[in-house]
């Protein structure tokens, strides 16, 4: 027990049909969420912040708990996909951070709501507040029924953004391995683009000519897989498999010329890293982005054009206020990601902040956290939120 805060723990259960069942176990037809109140101990307040994570496992981040010393509720809620995003439709997490905003609403009383888009989880609630002020989803990508208009999602009142990337489909893009040229058989790769490869004639610092040739090619790999997955969902439905699902491995998904070469998208981080650790090991290992999929799954949240859950396209269809914070050693998401972002709201709406030197999750930057959580802070008592 913090001498800051009480932490307890909320089960958000709801009532949802499906002609077939995408995480493991539980009745068919009912969705139970895990979410963590953080309540401080000067008491709940009248603003509540959520934060969700497309799949997840942040309750314990160092942002989600220092706001809540700072004085200020806090909910970290699950998705219903937790640790395990092969299947993950990013419609149905969007309806999962719709249930637990009502929960916050309607059960808990909070008066105000203020979306808390941690990496991931940035784009997540720009496409939740898009489709609450503006709804218009009422299938997936892949086609399948699934009406979030009639959902009637409840509208946040603001909206932080913190070390926010712009969207899992352009960001896995972005980290896609180019050089792959047989998708059966990653072996077989465009020497010119393998950029780990000791032997590659292409070497930091890169040219503005090869940089746009590497990033050309990571969109047409991403479109190439795009079109089988949605050939062969076409075939399954000629056959009568309307339901039919079909898992698979996409391999080498994090090589980026940022991680290589410094003066791509600069900012204070360390060369030769990724947020994983070494992106030439993590390239093909198992907890990098897409690494195994199903077709409705990569639709929704994978590919370059089909996923709803663009954060600039989102951001641009939503008028609550919205802070955007940048972290200068993030190697994740690198200033370009933030600059995006903050340019997609209408003028005025948005305040944008970097905080000096921090990396991505503030691992021992005490004051570097305190830096961050001041500016939140500050903003939320500016809007009346806090």
Known sequence: MSKYYDRTPHLIAFSEQSSFKDTYAGPMDLVTLEAHLLTPKSGPGKTVVVFMHPVGGGAYLPMVSALARAGLSVI????????????????????????????AREKLGYEKVVLGGWSGGGSLSLMYQAEAEDPQITETPAGDPYDLVA??????????????????????TEWLDPSVKDENNPEIRDLELDIYHPDCPNQPPYSDAFVARFRQAQIDRNRRITDWVKSKLADFR??????????????RTMCDVRWLDATQD????????????????????????????????????????????????????????????????????????????????AEGQAERYEVEGANHYYFGQQDKMDEAVEVCMNWLKKHNLA
């Open 76 to 103: 970290y809620c699950n998705s219903r996909y937790r640790g395990a995003d092969s299947a993950l439709l990013m419609e149905k997490v969007v309806a999962d951070l719709g249930a637990c905003v009502r929960y």
């Open 151 to 172: 959902q009637q999602l409840i509208p946040a009142d603001g909206i932080m953004l913190l070390a926010a990337h712009v969207s899992r489909a352009i960001t896995m």
């Open 238 to 251: 000629s056959q009568g498999l309307h339901s039919e699902e079909f898992g698979f491995v996409v391999h």
């Open 266 to 345: 600069p900012n204070d981080r360390q060369p030769g890293t990724c947020y994983l650790g070494d992106p030439r090991t993590v390239n093909n290992g198992p907890v990098a982005l897409a690494r195994f999929n199903t077709l409705r799954g990569w639709l929704s949240q994978w590919s370059y054009d089909d996923s709803r859950a663009n954060g600039p396209a989102c951001a641009k269809r939503i008028r609550i206020p919205a802070l955007v914070i940048g972290n200068s050693a993030d190697n994740a998401c690198t200033p370009s990601h933030t600059q995006r972002l903050y340019e997609c709201f």
